[in-house]
């Protein structure tokens, strides 16, 4: 089993930043990935951004490109997501997401809202 813990989440004004983090414990060999995705109130949850394990690339949805930056520290099984220029649309509770080759494992998530 892995276990996922998120923490950073917080209020924010608009254009402020925050910084998630998701450290994993347990059974962390094989990972494949991992990512954030979020869920806003009465919509489905969405990706937000991955980072795959070998070789480090990332992908990030079209709403939060050039603003969202995925990082990972290996040595810690932590994945970090720096949130910068932060609008009202990015609230939401914000989930980690584990992949390995046969099984996935989310995190409790954790609610940012960005709001005057």
């Known amino acids: 089993q892995v276990q996922l813990v998120e923490s950073g989440g917080g209020l924010v004004q608009p254009g402020g930043s925050l910084r998630l983090s998701c450290a994993a414990s347990?059974?962390?060999?094989?990972?494949?990935?991992m990512g954030w995705y979020r869920q806003a109130p009465g919509k489905e949850r969405e990706l937000v951004a991955t980072i795959i394990s070998d070789g480090g690339s990332t992908n990030y949805a079209d709403s939060v490109s050039g603003r969202f930056t995925i990082s990972r520290d290996n040595a810690k099984n932590t994945v970090y997501l720096q949130m910068n220029s932060l609008k009202p649309e990015d609230t939401a509770v914000y989930y980690c997401h584990l992949r390995k080759l046969f099984q996935g494992y989310w995190g409790q998530g954790t609610q940012v809202t960005v709001s005057s």
């Open positions: 347990g059974s962390v060999f094989g990972i494949k990935a």
